[in-house]
């Protein structure tokens, strides 16, 4: 089975560009979960979306903003960018629904700002 | 207000003895308990996992253990391979909540194995 991909790997954005990131989760798994990481913060929740709707958000900005697909996929948005928002981006999918499942990661987005 | 937290930023072992690497955690609404596995440019790679219903939980080189009244879990890893070597994640979730897909990592330690 394909794990999860994440596209594209590395992005170079200049301040007050936005940028959209793409995950598209394991085949069969409906909950995509994403990630902020940085050196200070350490990995940091965004949001989870299940079955098109965003079901929890972390604690940032209303610039990062998401949606997922029918088929499962999911994409981040983050507008208006921020030197600080350079970062490594993680999608994680899991099964979803009741009870606890363990999150399986993509490989990252690299974001770079300028 | 850091609610998981590993304390050791480094661990170095020899091939072949055993790994502990330790995680605290102060929300008490945690009740699922993961351990991932970080190289350099890739996303963290899943171990082994445990509920807070059991007390431990083993899975080849991999054993996990809670002690829900010290809010302290760890991970063993015997025995210790050179390819083990990476950085080591705790994470929490409130699983049993609606906190959905929310995951809540430590800050990671650097397990080195050295031949």
């Known amino acids: 089975k394909a794990g999860v991909t994440q596209t594209p790997r590395y992005l170079i954005k200049t301040r007050g560009q936005q940028v959209t990131l793409s995950c598209s989760p394991i085949?069969?798994?409906?909950?995509v979960s994403w990630y902020q990481q940085t050196p200070g913060q350490g990995l940091q929740f965004l949001f989870e979306?299940?079955?098109?709707?965003?079901?929890n958000k972390g604690n940032f900005p209303g610039r990062f903003s998401g949606r997922q697909f029918s088929n499962s996929r999911s994409e981040m948005n983050v507008s208006t960018l921020e030197l600080g928002d350079s970062a490594l981006y993680l999608c994680?999918?899991?099964?979803?629904?009741?009870?606890?499942?363990?999150?399986?990661f993509g490989p990252g987005t690299r974001l770079t700002v300028t | 207000d850091q609610q998981v937290k590993q304390n050791s930023p480094s661990l170095s072992v020899q091939e072949g003895r055993i790994s502990i690497l330790n995680c605290d955690y102060t929300?008490?609404?945690?009740?699922?308990f993961l351990w991932y596995k970080k190289y350099p440019a890739e996303g963290p790679t899943f171990l082994i996992s445990?509920?807070?219903?059991?007390d431990k939980n083993e899975d080849g080189r991999f054993t996990v253990f809670l002690n829900k009244s010290a809010k302290h879990l760890s991970l063993h890893i015997v025995p210790s391979q050179p390819g083990d070597s990476a950085v080591y994640f705790c994470?929490?979730?409130?699983?049993?909540?609606?906190?959905?897909?929310?995951?809540?990592f430590g800050q990671g330690t650097i397990l080195t194995v050295h031949p």
């Open positions: 085949s069969g798994h409906r909950s």
């Open positions: 445990i509920s807070s219903i059991k």
């Open positions: 979306y299940f079955s098109e709707t965003q079901r």
């Open positions: 929300n008490s609404m945690f009740d699922y």
């Open positions: 994680a999918s899991s099964l979803g629904g009741a009870g606890p499942y363990e999150q399986y």
């Open positions: 994470a929490a979730s409130n699983a049993g909540g609606t906190s959905y897909g929310k995951l809540t």
